[in-house]
């Protein structure tokens, strides 16, 4: 298995310009999850998914768009990119948030926005 | 709102024990999650209290107190490889900010 897999693993995108970052998980979860983390902080929410066809917000969904067309993939789309979306951006994924379960992290993709 | 709490940094010698405190503030807790972070590389997941009590997994161990809102992680016989950041999360994954912990020889 390989888990959880990010692509691309870094980008340098100019402002205004838009791109989409791919998750993609071969254990069959069916929660799947987009955070980015700026230096020194902590992992912010940005959207999640329950399930294929669906999708809700977190805690910081402003300038960002999601979707999950497959159970397997979930997409993250700038759609006009900005200095303060310069960040590291995870995808993890879980079977269920059931009691103990454990969510699975992809190694990340590394965005500066000019 | 919600919130979680973490001391920034911590520092501590090899074989020695340290604990890291989380205290939060979140509306429909289930449970607390420990996940560590080396620099530049992804969260793993370390442990979960959905009860109060200890959990403990081989030199680490979870704690959780309900009541109070808060929880630790115990680290013991600290190696050199432990050097990392540890967050605390809740479930609606509300993540704090991280515990820089530096482990010194």
């Known amino acids: 298995n390989a888990g959880v897999t990010q692509t691309p693993k870094f980008r340098v995108l100019k402002t205004g310009q838009s791109m989409t970052l791919l998750c993609a998980q071969d254990?069959?979860?069916?929660?799947m999850y987009w955070y980015r983390q700026d230096p020194g902080m902590g992992l912010r929410l940005i959207h999640y998914?329950?399930?294929?066809?669906?999708?809700a917000k977190g805690e910081v969904p402003d300038g960002y768009n999601v979707s999950r067309l497959k159970k397997q993939n979930f997409l993250l789309g700038l759609e006009s990119a900005a200095p303060s979306q310069t960040s590291v951006y995870f995808c993890?994924?879980?079977?269920?948030?059931?009691?103990?379960?454990?969510?699975?992290f992809g190694p990340g993709t590394r965005l500066t926005v000019l | 709102g919600q919130s979680l709490e973490q001391p920034s940094e911590v520092t501590a010698v090899e074989g020695a024990i340290v604990q890291i405190n989380c205290t939060y503030q979140?509306?429909?807790?289930?449970?607390l999650s420990w996940y560590q972070q080396h620099d530049g590389g992804a969260p793993t997941f370390l442990s979960y209290?959905?009860?109060?009590g200890l959990e403990e997994t081989g030199r680490f161990s979870s704690f959780l107190s309900r009541s109070d809102s808060y929880g630790y992680l115990l680290l013991q016989e600290l190696q050199m490889k432990d050097s990392a950041s540890y967050f605390c999360?809740?479930?609606?994954?509300?993540f704090g900010t991280g515990t820089l912990l530096a482990v010194q020889p």
């Open positions: 993890a994924s879980r079977y269920a948030p059931t009691l103990g379960d454990t969510q699975y």
């Open positions: 254990m069959n979860h069916e929660y």
């Open positions: 998914s329950v399930g294929e066809g669906t999708t």
């Open positions: 979140t509306s429909g807790f289930y449970g």
């Open positions: 209290n959905a009860l109060d």
């Open positions: 999360a809740v479930t609606k994954l509300i």
